[in-house]
């Protein structure tokens, strides 16, 4: 069983900014999994050659909460944006 929340949006202190955190509970008998994904979003970084998006994974035991990894949520996203493209051009496009 999984439990998906909807993303919790915070808008950033300047216009174009924002903060989103996106939580997560894998319920897996064997693996379970506890995260979270926060995402900082500051256009104006572009300007001073620092990243846009900043963002970080978090993983947690569920049952001792004791944290079990951080990962690059950049990275990730990045990742998962490929990845979606990929499955949606092998299930949507045409086979001509």
């Known amino acids: 069983m999984c439990s998906v929340p909807n993303r919790v949006h915070v ?3 300047k216009e174009g900014e924002s ?6 509970l894998v319920n ?9 994904k926060v ?3 500051r256009p104006a970084n572009r300007q001073i ?3 846009f998006l900043q963002a970080l994974y978090t993983d947690f035991d569920p049952v001792t909460g004791v944290v079990t990894a951080c990962v690059d949520g950049g990275a990730l996203t990045y990742l998962r944006t490929g990845a979606s493209n990929g499955v949606a051009a092998k299930y949507l496009a045409r086979e001509d």
Request: overall charge neutral; aromatic content about 4%; hydrophobic content about 35%.
């Open 39 to 41: 995402v900082n979003i």
């Open 49 to 51: 050659k620092q990243p």
């Open 11 to 13: 808008l950033g202190p």
């Open 28 to 36: 897996h008998p064997t693996e379970p999994s506890l995260g979270i």
């Open 19 to 24: 903060n989103l955190f996106m939580p997560g």
